[in-house]
């Protein structure tokens, strides 16, 4: 008797079920188009295109996601990439003056939302930002745990442009994983590997280097890069480490790195745990003389805080912007805007999320159609393969031009500069610091194509 | 109902009862294989002969002093559940609560420079703070969370201690921040002293010192005096003393008093060596800590410090010996694992651990 | 006479309420919530927060005590007036706190305790000048005070229906997010209900709400006593597991009903959220098996939903996915192996220490869980399971064309597999097994004596949990497509721990419950999100000393616990001889009821 009542109502539940996932294929669209082209006479339907297009009322702000790591240990790098940001929304009426600009007539807003430097964050946020049908674009992820198949994945199905200022992991454009509506002004990490591997080889002379990743995407991408190009060049990889990026003690660690006798430890990582190994390296006898060295992750100023003057002479390696560039006079005025508001920069890619928000919001004043009461509709579809045609935009962080696997700065060549600490410039005691060697390369140069 | 039930069986009946013989051949199939699996990791890596033979000693004094910080730990778990039967899981918080509280009179000493001229005063004041902010912490704990559950079935306070962690690691993170901060030191303890001809750091003698001797303290307090004795009389049986006038409540108290007392030393050990401080920086000791006092015996001081010790030692010199033989990549990655697999099979001989008794099974 | 004792508690107890106030001050609650206005433009969340600490001290104030052997209780009038005073200590400790901070120069606190900012003092102050702001919350924190001494001394047939309806004004405030988003689907005009301007509920909607709300409660309470009334006279049927009687199983398909209809009321972002707590109600379930039913310790319980999750990765992936591994099954075909061998993997694990005693199983499982996540991560295993870059390109499941990736249709995928564990569950519970998993829980050492073979049935309990585990390990790997190990941390095993426990243990709809107030509460209210694991630790703590049988419990498991309670209540009490001598000549017959 009981039995079968309880049969009847998981067959009743069962049914019911179906009968949803059914309704809800039909409302739960999602996306969509969200409205009705303004002007007469264009010729985009946001009705029947594809993904539709963004609508702004008339007075209603233009709403830009941000999706960077804004909390926690790599809260440098992210709060630093929303200050390039906010800087960008200032800059709209043409100058820095702390007064947000217009664009198209229309206020611009952020919606931020935290990445958590995890595939976690990247999902919740860019979930979040993907079902809110206002949001014209998205400004991320710091970190590129938080993009490579999460974040990029869920903003291009929804047909939201995806641009990172920071995403520098070499996966993010591959062609056999490259997103469609995903794009970076970030360098793309195999140039990094590749500068680094010739900095070591031909500046400092050295043959035999062993490598420490801390299991993010991006510290392994910047290690494996590097074992290729290093090897290629002739070197010896004497030893593959890994740490977690909680873990305190790594002397045991460093004590077996050193019996395998390389001339530097490339640690491509994050604070704290380069300003640790910095420290602790100098209690490893077997260490002395073996140089070390860092990439961006490193380049926080939490690094100088918390190494002290253990970190001097530690090596540290990140882009800057091109030597002799059209943009120049524009970012002086830039750092002096950042120092201004913000105080010194905390990281390196703030300038990439300010020419970010620029390159995307160009392609929007191409492909915008502005209705004759104030409205405004951005067709999704036009606005990537306007932004994806970018050409020789003159940014901050180099000449931009972006091909169709998502890098703009790929035919541009990206500059790389090598800093040794104290002197670099996301120290605060040392803002100007200049690079003890740089190399400027294409991506196709890095690969040797 | 049940309690008379259980005295008329006898022991042994239940033993043989649940006693499979194919369980006990997979067990020590198991424990041969992993005994045999590293003797031959050991055998190929000292063949290879690419460690040199002060590399060895590095690392084994590396796994003391890291020892040494887990065996402080330990001992605040070994204590409290020897005497509560519980395991007080945010016992790594009490922990952090100690190095946060150093942590801003040590910044304020660091910045007037009285920290570099005076270390061994600021030193002493900074263990005092350190202490006192883990007793407060432990205290806490004590009172708020665990005194209503003494009684209950073990799930019970094992929640609330795991509610009680993650509690207290976000309201450090909520008051404090999320990042990790570099802990000021006196640069006096920078360099090493050579001792019996090995030189060793500073920080790590100075951790093992201070490490043997509240271990020693600890055994003598507990051993000869009658608070010690007070807390044996309470861990051994909790009704009957309470009947022979022993005040419960007040001994549960000193444990934890003591026990945070410990971990405040642990604290500001872990400062001298690994100079960093964070809201987060408790837990994942707190675990190691808690599994080297499993290793160890749990109950016992002298289990509690050979589980640090031993737990310390196969941390440092484990994934060198073991993994390097077979050529695995990053072997330090896998240490934990060596850890666990070495704890799992203790437990699967001595289910009390080392020291523990040996048939700790199904009480 | 109980003048003196109550002022002291009053004192006390004001003074504790001031102390949660700075607490959520300093912990930076009451910042982060200021932007959320729950009712008009007035109330805003970090008003009310700041308001709550002293309304619950004079509520515990006024509430009847056990005194020097007498229950005291206070009248209704001088209830309001030491909740008052209660309420006027803690706003006035807050104030004294405030003034501190103004006084002491701003690098010095702010260097310690980062919350304390400007604007943090004009929020506390109610955006008044200092002077003023700290008369307004001395006088509300009295009001509050008042307030909750009053709600403390009425009878609980009013008390009851105000308490719910402001839960439930609070609750539909806090969602509006949710609510709205519903209603609008639904076509229900929102615009008395929710103010366009400020998000929150407009004074009237609040008032409404409030009404209907309180008078539900009073006619539900007063149809449940008269039942209950009826009850007495009938024997109550003897139940063993999940509700057989008739109210119960209507609510749990009510509950399902509900749980099947969510999605569609809801956006595409919050059924993502719904996805991931139909993730997490799986695990409760599997974990309900293995700690609730079978009373293990198990603290790792992330090991299965890792072995779940790269299995079906290895086995569904395109090449290039990250691992050299390459089979190209389907979802659907995968899952059974991956079932399988989730429960080989939990039998190889659980053999040998399945036998420790609780507390050692429990470190030996979180050792398991860890060596679980240190293993994907491994580079060691990066040829196989991809490393610390992890797997992608894991393919949708789908039937004849039907892809389940979108949010809507994996939260119903999601959903059939809890229908299908928890009647597996349910089944297990009600059987022999069950029986067995209920002796071996009360007692080991009887059950062994009895026949009941211990480690069998434990194998059994783990290998279960260990095949639900994975099965929601599938799941998530096909959720995005794409797995990262730094997914599958120790905070899984806690969360899944959490669920079960909040719900109750040993009850089905308690794991429903459970997991939609940790999960999907959290997931919708994206305030809190940077306090999750905060409100976690206090709700574990919280439920562990209030209710340890969770919110929805298992009626036999109730009785194990409140057996325990009462067996230590009258050992304690042993005053009466009689009552002394009659306990030891019947040691077999334990307390009544």
């Known amino acids: 008797m009981r039995k079968s009542r309880w049969l009847t109502m998981v067959a009743l539940v069962g049914v019911l079920t179906l009968v949803a996932a059914a309704c809800s294929k039909d409302n739960g669209g999602g996306g969509g188009s969200t409205g009705s082209s303004g002007a007469s006479g264009s010729a985009i339907d946001c009705d029947t295109v594809q993904f539709g297009c963004v609508v702004y009322g008339p007075g209603e702000p233009i709403r830009v996601g941000t999706l960077l790591a804004i909390s926690g240990d790599v809260a440098t790098l992210g709060v630093d990439s929303v200050h390039g940001v906010e800087l960008a929304i200032d800059h709209l009426d043409g100058k820095f003056d702390a007064t947000p600009g217009q664009l198209l007539g229309h206020d611009v807003t952020l919606q931020q939302e935290d990445d958590l430097c995890s595939k976690e964050g990247g999902q919740s946020g860019a979930t979040k930002l993907a079902a809110d049908p206002t949001i014209a674009f998205v400004i991320g992820t710091s970190c590129s745990s938080a993009a490579l198949g999460v974040a990029d994945t869920i903003l291009s199905d929804k047909g939201t442009i995806l641009i990172s200022p920071s995403n520098t992991a070499a996966g993010l454009t591959a062609p056999s994983q490259h997103q469609p509506f995903y794009l970076r002004t970030a360098q793309n990490d195999a140039i990094q590997a590749k500068v680094v591997s010739d900095f070591v080889f031909t500046k400092l002379g050295f043959t035999k280097a062993a490598t420490i990743h801390d299991e993010s995407p991006y510290a392994a991408g910047l290690t494996g890069g590097f074992k290729t190009f290093f090897e290629g060049l002739g070197g010896t990889v004497t030893d593959e480490e890994a740490i977690t990026s909680t873990d305190t003690d790594f002397k045991p660690l460093l004590t077996s790195i050193a019996q395998t006798h390389p001339q530097l430890i490339y640690l491509p990582d994050f604070n704290p745990a380069c300003a640790l190994i910095a420290i602790q390296a100098q209690d490893i006898p077997d260490l002395k003389g073996v140089a070390l060295m860092g990439s961006d992750g490193c380049g926080a100023s939490t690094f100088f805080d918390q190494a002290g003057s253990a970190g001097d002479g530690f090596y540290l390696s990140g882009p800057i912007a091109s030597p002799g560039s059209t943009t120049s006079a524009l970012s002086d005025e830039y750092n002096a805007a950042y120092k201004d508001q913000f105080g010194s920069p905390t990281a390196d890619f703030n300038a990439n999320a300010f020419d970010a928000f620029n390159v995307v919001t160009d392609a929007i004043k191409t492909v915008a159609i502005q209705g004759s009461d104030g409205s405004l509709s951005i067709p999704r579809v036009a606005l990537k393969d306007a932004v994806f045609q970018t050409v020789d935009f003159a940014g901050l962080s180099g000449t931009l031009t972006c091909i169709s696997t998502g890098d703009c700065q790929a035919p541009g060549a990206v500059n790389i500069g090598v800093y040794q600490a104290p002197d670099a410039p996301v120290n605060p005691a040392t803002p100007d610091a200049k690079p003890i060697f740089n190399e400027q390369l294409t991506l196709a140069e890095a690969l040797g194509q | 109902m049940a309690g008379a039930a259980r005295e008329a069986i006898p022991r042994r009946a239940v033993g043989r009862l649940s006693g499979l013989p194919t369980r006990r051949i997979i067990q020590w199939v198991l424990g041969i294989a992993v005994v045999v699996g590293a003797a031959l990791g050991a055998s190929k890596t000292l063949a290879l002969n690419t460690f040199s033979a002060s590399a060895w000693r590095d690392l084994v004094v590396f796994g003391v002093a890291q020892g040494a910080i887990y065996a402080l730990i330990a001992l605040g778990y070994s204590m409290v559940y020897g005497v509560l039967r519980m395991i007080n899981f945010a016992h790594g918080e009490v922990f952090m609560a100690g190095a946060f509280s150093s942590y801003f009179v040590a910044r304020t000493l660091d910045h007037s420079g009285f920290l570099d001229d005076n270390p061994i005063v600021a030193l002493l004041i900074l263990l005092l703070v350190a202490m006192a902010g883990s007793v407060g912490v432990a205290v806490l704990l004590e009172r708020v969370a665990y005194r209503r559950l003494r009684g209950a079935t073990r799930l019970v306070p094992l929640i609330t201690a795991i509610g009680a962690s993650l509690f207290l690691q976000n309201t450090a993170r909520g008051f404090f921040g999320a990042q990790t901060r570099g802990y000021p030191t006196p640069e006096i303890l920078g360099g090493s002293w050579t001792i019996f001809g090995v030189p060793i750091l500073r920080a790590q003698v100075i951790v093992i010192v201070v490490a043997l001797v509240s271990v020693v303290g600890l055994s003598l307090f507990v051993a000869r005096t009658r608070t010690g004795k007070s807390m044996r009389a309470v861990a051994e049986d909790k009704e009957i003393a309470s009947l022979m006038g022993i005040d419960v409540d007040r001994v549960i108290v000193t444990t934890f008093v003591i026990g945070g007392m410990l971990a405040g030393v642990a604290a500001i050990l872990f400062a001298i060596v690994f100079q960093v401080v964070g809201p987060f920086m408790g837990f994942i000791p707190g675990i190691k800590a808690f599994t080297a006092a499993v290793l160890g015996g749990i109950g016992s001081i002298a289990g509690a410090a050979l589980g640090g010790l031993l737990l310390g030692l196969l941390e440092s010199v484990g994934p060198s010996l073991f993994l390097t033989g077979f050529h695995i990549p990053g072997p330090n990655q896998l240490r934990d694992v060596i850890a666990f697999a070495i704890l799992v099979l203790v437990l699967i001989f001595r289910p009390g651990g080392i020291l523990g008794a040996g048939d700790a099974e199904k009480v | 006479m109980d003048g003196t004792p109550l002022t002291r508690h009053a004192v006390r107890a004001g003074l504790m309420g001031g102390v949660g106030i700075v607490y959520l001050a300093l912990v930076g609650m009451i910042q982060a919530f200021s932007g959320t206005s729950l009712i008009g433009d007035v109330a805003t969340l970090a008003r009310l927060l700041i308001l709550f600490p002293p309304f619950i001290a004079g509520y515990v104030v006024v509430r009847p005590r056990v005194q020097g052997g007498e229950t005291v209780t206070v009248a209704p009038i001088r209830a309001l007036t030491v909740g008052a005073v209660t309420g006027l200590i803690a706003g006035g400790l807050t104030a004294a706190g405030v003034a501190l901070v103004e006084i002491l120069p701003e690098e010095t606190v702010r260097n310690i305790f980062v919350a304390v900012t400007t604007q943090l003092i004009d929020i506390v102050t109610f955006d008044r000048s200092t002077v003023q702001g700290i008369a307004i919350l001395i006088i509300l924190a009295a009001a509050s005070g008042a307030l909750g001494g009053f709600l403390g001394v009425i009878r609980l047939r009013i008390r009851r229906p105000i308490a719910v309806g402001i839960i439930v004004v609070l609750l539909l405030g806090m969602l509006q997010d949710v609510f ?263 007692d080991e050492q009887v059950a062994e004596a009895m026949g009941v073979s211990t480690v069998k049935y434990k194998l059994l309990a783990f290998a279960c949990g260990a095949g639900i585990g994975s099965l929601s390990g599938a799941l998530f790997a096909v959720q995005i497509g794409s797995l990262a190990p730094s997914s599958f941390s120790i905070l899984i095993s806690i969360q899944a721990l959490a669920i079960i426990i909040l719900g109750g243990m040993g009850s089905i709809p308690g794991v429903i419950v459970g997991g939609l107030v940790l999960i999907g509460l959290p997931g919708f209210l994206s305030e809190f999100q940077e306090f999750q694991l905060l409100i976690y630790g206090a709700v574990l703590v919280t439920i562990m000393l209030l209710r340890p049988q969770g919110l929805v419990p298992n009626v036999r498991r109730m009785r194990e616990l409140r057996e325990d309670e009462e067996a230590q209540d009258q050992w304690a009490k042993d005053l009466d001889a009689d009552t002394a001598r009659a306990f030891s000549a019947e040691p077999l017959g334990g307390p009544p009821g």
């Open chain 3, 180 to 442: 709205r988003v519903a209603l609008i689907q639904l076509g229900v005009p929102t615009a008395w209900l929710y103010s366009a301007r400020f998000g929150g509920l407009t004074y009237l909607g609040g008032v409404v709400v409030f009404a209907v709300a309180a008078a539900a409660t009073l006619v539900w309470a007063d149809r449940r006593r008269l039942a209950r009334a009826q009850d007495e006279e009938e024997p109550a049927p003897d139940s063993r597991g999940v509700g057989q009687r008739p109210t119960q199983m209507l609510i749990a398909v009510g509950i399902f009903v509900v749980l099947a209809l969510l999605p569609v009321l809801l956006g595409t972002f919050l059924s993502s959220v719904l996805g991931r707590v139909g993730l997490f109600l799986l695990m409760g379930l599997g974990l309900n098996i293995v700690v609730g039913y079978a009373g293990l310790l198990d603290l790792g319980y992330v090991a299965f939903f890792a072995v779940g999750a790269y299995t079906t990765g290895v086995l569904t992936a395109a090449p290039d996915s990250g691992s050299s591994i390459h089979v190209g099954l389907g979802f659907f075909e995968a899952a059974p192996i991956v079932i399988v061998i989730a429960v080989v993997t939990g039998v190889i694990i659980g053999g040998p220490v399945l036998r420790l005693r609780g507390d050692y199983l429990a470190i030996v499982t979180l050792g398991f869980g860890e060596i679980a996540r240190v293993l994907v991560t491994s580079d060691w295993l990066k040829p196989f399971l991809g490393g610390a870059q992890g797997l992608i390109g894991i393919p949708a499941p789908s039937i004849l064309g039907f892809s389940f990736r979108d949010p809507q249709p994996f939260y119903y995928l999601a959903l059939a597999f809890c229908a299908v564990a928890a009647f597996i569950s349910w089944r297990l519970a009600t059987s022999r097994v069950g029986r067995a998993w209920t002796a071996m829980r009360e």
